[in-house]
């Protein structure tokens, strides 16, 4: 482990850690000391592999599932991360899913997906940290840097993530009574195997060149954000969102 422990003694929740943005995070926070709770839906597999990877370096890992646009379930995944780490200092609500379609090919089905688990999860999950998280806890919830532009067929999931924003900006008033932080990073394009699935390379070339600095992002770009936003050199910073993203335009 590496001597820069600044999460000695802390415990994360990452949501959605099983894979992708999630599993760096929850690598990173371990690195850093924390004792973490590697959420997942439904790839036992995954999850466990993270936990190993965890392990294998001298840290601590659970593997916890829930579905997270269920209420009970972000209730159990609260209660289960208590049995086994006895508190709760950090939340990193990444778990989101997303389907771009035109809105005359939206479903309700399309619809409730997308706002149950990235809109009702992210907030349900806030409301269990209001009961449980340690003071100078730190929330982060995830939005997306489409929030700020005008794509075709993001509409449905792009309104999610407004949603997650607003939450984000009225929560941290709450929150601010225990001394908790509340941010969101609005990720760009980034180089996971979610993302680039169905893409081809004209397409990731292109989203390469909608970028000031010339690249799509990697897993590292948002896990380093996350670091000092949960770091304690961020406590002046509460309700806000920041769009890590490379000048994505």
């Not at 208590?82 to 939340?91: A, H, R």
Request: glycine share 10%.
């Amino acid at each position: 482990m590496p001597d820069n422990q600044t999460l000695q003694g802390k415990v994360a929740i990452v949501t959605g850690a099983s894979r992708g943005i999630g599993r760096t995070i929850a690598e990173q926070l371990s690195e850093l000391g924390a004792k973490v709770i590697i959420n997942y839906a439904s790839s036992p597999q995954k999850a466990e592999e993270v936990v190993r990877s965890i392990r294998s370096k001298g840290g601590e890992a659970a593997a916890v599932q829930a579905d997270l646009s269920r209420v009970p379930e972000v209730e159990a995944l609260f209660a289960r991360t208590l049995e086994i780490f006895g508190q709760i200092d950090i939340l990193i609500n990444n778990a989101g899913v997303n389907r771009y379609l035109p809105i005359l090919e939206v479903t309700e089905e399309d619809y409730d997906k997308q706002f149950n688990l990235n809109a009702k999860g992210t907030f349900f999950a806030c409301q269990q940290a209001m009961k449980h998280m340690q003071e100078k806890g730190r929330i982060i919830n995830f939005s997306t840097s489409v929030v700020g532009q005008m794509f075709p067929t993001y509409s449905v999931y792009a309104g999610t993530k407004g949603a997650v924003e607003q939450f984000t900006r009225q929560l941290a008033k709450e929150f601010a009574v225990k001394g908790i932080t509340v941010n969101a990073v609005a990720p760009g394009p980034v180089n996971t195997e979610l993302f680039l699935e169905g893409k081809t390379e004209a397409q990731i070339e292109g989203l390469k060149k909608s970028a000031a600095l010339g690249r799509i992002g990697e897993p590292e770009d948002i896990a380093n954000v996350i670091e000092f936003l949960v770091s304690e050199q961020s406590g002046w910073i509460t309700g806000q969102t920041i769009r890590v993203n490379g000048g994505f335009i």
